[in-house]
């Protein structure tokens, strides 16, 4: 799938990967999603599926907090408070934890609230206010989005997809 460029294609791809993400999220037995099989997010780290839906819902979370503070005229916190770039894992794990009590339908749930409460940032945005600036060092607005969402989409459907063929 091609970087989206303006708003239509965003939210295009955003629609398309988190749709083709659901289809094979309904294969996983609900039994089986806290059983620790994908690859994780740190190097030699295995996680669940439902580690796997925490961390999207955690980075959907996130991109709603940066628009939030920038809105509100707060200092950015990036990637998030307490975290530097070069601490992922700790971001995953932070992810992880956040929601290791949560069943698997409640994870599904809050999946598809975020992704839509995105959804709804965007359509109120326009294709200016996403692509005619940076927004995050060279990174427009609509590709930080698009970094936090279609494109872990996509990913997380090839990590699900691998475990399921087995």
């Known amino acids: 799938m091609a ?6 294609e965003l939210l295009s791809a955003i629609r398309t990967s988190f749709d083709r993400l659901d289809q094979d ?10 059983d620790t099989v994908l690859p994780g ?7 669940s599926p439902a580690d ?7 980075w ?9 503070r920038r809105r509100n005229g707060l200092e950015d916190e990036f990637p998030a408070e ?6 992922l894992g700790k971001l995953a794990r932070r992810y992880y934890a956040d929601r290791a009590d949560a069943s698997w339908e409640d ?15 965007i359509e109120g945005s326009s294709d200016e206010e996403l692509y005619g600036a940076a927004w995050y060092g060279k990174w427009t607005l609509g590709r930080m989005i698009s970094f936090n969402t279609s494109s872990p989409y ?3 459907r090839k990590r699900i997809r691998a475990w399921l063929r087995g």
């Open 3 to 8: 970087v989206p460029a303006s708003k239509d």
């Open 25 to 34: 999220l309904d294969r996983v037995p609900p039994q089986m999603a806290r």
């Open 41 to 47: 997010h740190a190097k030699d780290t295995l996680m």
């Open 52 to 58: 796997l839906v925490a961390y999207l819902i955690g």
């Open 60 to 68: 959907n979370e996130q991109v709603l907090i940066w628009h939030e």
């Open 82 to 87: 307490g975290v530097t770039w070069n601490e």
């Open 107 to 121: 994870l599904r749930r809050r999946l598809v609230d975020v992704k839509e409460r995105i959804v709804a940032l």
């Open 154 to 156: 996509a990913n997380a």
